[in-house]
Every structure is written in C-alpha cells, then in structure tokens.
C-alpha cells in the first residue's frame, strides 16, 4: 500500500495583500483587512478539516505600526470587534486560539479578550491557531535570549548547556513543530520578519493571489505543491529515497 501524501502538521501564512486587493476595487485599505478577516476564518476552517495541526498566522507585524495613524487605530478596531464575534464559534469548532508576540504594546481592553479567549479555547484539539501580533522573528529570538540570558544569571542555567533545542523553548512558538509550509499571499517573495528561526527548514510558497482572495483551492494548491517537494536536511537526494550510492 502506497503512503498517503503528507499534509503539513504546521502551515504558517504572511497573509498579504489586503489594501492592494481594497485599491483594486476603489475602496479604503480597512476594507480589505475587512475581507481578510473572511478569509481567515476559511482558512482556519479548512485546515481543521484537513487534518493540519497548527496554523500560525501574521495578522500584524511589529513594523506595522509604521503605518498611518488612522490605519493602525482602524486595525485595533477590527481585531476588538473579531475577538468579540468570532471566538465563539472557533471555540465550537474545537479550534485553540493562542496569541504569539508583544502583546503589552495593546491596550488593555484587547489584552484582556486575548487572555479570555486562550483559556476558554485551551482544552481544544481539532486545530491549533497562532496569531501573531506585534509580532517580528527578531523580536522573538531577543525575548528568548533575555530570558535565557536572566536564567543564566540566576544560576538556573549554564552558558555551556545552552543548545539549540534548549534556546527554542524559550520562543513564543515553543509548544508547536516548526512549520513544514510557509505560504505568503500577496506575491512578494520576502519572510518580512515572521518565524525567522522556525523557518529554518520550511518549504516556502508564494502566490499572487491577494489575501482576501486566498480560499479552500489556493490551500489546497499550496500543499500539493508541498507534496511534490523533496525535504532533504542536509542529506542527498539518494539518501532520502533510500537508493543506493550512484
Ligand atoms: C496585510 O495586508 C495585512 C497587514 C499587514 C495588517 P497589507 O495591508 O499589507 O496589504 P498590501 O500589502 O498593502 O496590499
Ligand atoms: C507582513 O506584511 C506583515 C503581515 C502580513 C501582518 P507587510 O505588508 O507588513 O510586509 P512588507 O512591508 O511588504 O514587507
Ligand atoms: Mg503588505
């Protein structure tokens, strides 16, 4: 009996695109973070009933606060209102929420409902989904290094023992695999600063298709495109499908 093709346990998504896909359509950028929430959702939906373990997402970056003033304001607005109506339902569905990245740069009022909604959805195991807010690779490998480096100092940890496995604990990804698929929407071919160190042996895909746009048949694109691959580590071709040396 032939194996079934891999589906990736982790799949992380640069979800871009969405003021270029309202521009289009001659409509405000929010209009398209708006129609990036749908897509979202379907993406969540259809990567639970796919069998994907974890989804990490990048909803906001800690550059994206560079934007203008009424955009960044229009951004909180949208990610209050979608902890308040969408929860629910993703609790429902088995789905466990967790938020990844800086999250003390938020008021209060969208701190709370992130906490809230991590414990309500905690128990659930159909599809783990990461939000990452505030959230930069670097500034994730720093926090680690703070914290190691305060263990250190703290006679808690030796400089010596410090290894790659050890330091990775200490990241906002520690409790999930690596990502297997790292998709971008938008079609710039650049990480933008998301999982730099989770990423290591990621197998990236790029589309053109602008978030909102993204649906069930993208997703299914980007995996049988993920199956084609050959993940070697480091290893030959020939070692990896166990044929003998040339
Ligand atoms: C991604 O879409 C969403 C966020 C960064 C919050 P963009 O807003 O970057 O859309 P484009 O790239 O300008 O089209
Ligand atoms: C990356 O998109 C961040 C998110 C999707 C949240 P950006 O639109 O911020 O990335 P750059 O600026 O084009 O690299
Ligand atoms: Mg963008």
């Given amino acids: 009996m032939t194996a079934l093709p891999a589906i990736p346990s982790h799949i992380a998504i640069v979800m871009d695109g969405n003021g270029r896909w309202a521009k289009k359509r001659n409509r405000p950028r929010t209009m398209g973070h708006q129609a990036g929430l749908k897509a979202l959702r379907t993406t969540i939906e259809h990567c639970a009933r796919l069998g994907v373990g974890t989804l990490t997402v990048f909803a ?33 569905n088995r789905i466990c929420l967790r938020f990844i990245g800086d999250k003390a740069a938020f008021k209060s009022a969208i701190r709370t409902k992130m906490t809230d909604a991590e414990k309500l959805t905690a128990a659930n195991d159909l599809l783990i989904a990461n939000i990452a807010v505030n959230y930069g690779g670097r500034w994730d490998i720093t926090q680690a290094a703070r914290q190691v480096a305060r263990a250190a100092i703290e006679g808690r940890l030796s400089p010596d023992d410090i290894d790659e ?80 040396d040339a």
């Fill in 60 to 92: 906001f970056s800690s550059e994206n606060w560079n934007r203008p003033p009424s955009e960044v304001s229009r951004l909180m607005e949208l990610f209050l209102s979608a902890l308040d109506k969408e929860v629910k339902e993703l609790h429902a």
């Fill in 165 to 244: 496995s050890g330091f990775a604990d200490f990241l906002a990804l520690s409790a999930s695999p690596d990502p297997d698929l790292f998709i971008r929407t938008g079609g710039e071919m650049r990480i933008s600063n998301f999982v730099l160190w989770q990423s290591a042996y990621s197998e990236f895909w790029f589309t053109p298709v602008l978030w909102p746009d993204f649906d069930e048949t993208t997703l299914d694109e980007a995996i049988l495109a993920f199956q084609s691959r050959q993940r070697r580590y480091g290893r030959t071709g020939d070692q990896v499908t166990g044929a003998a």
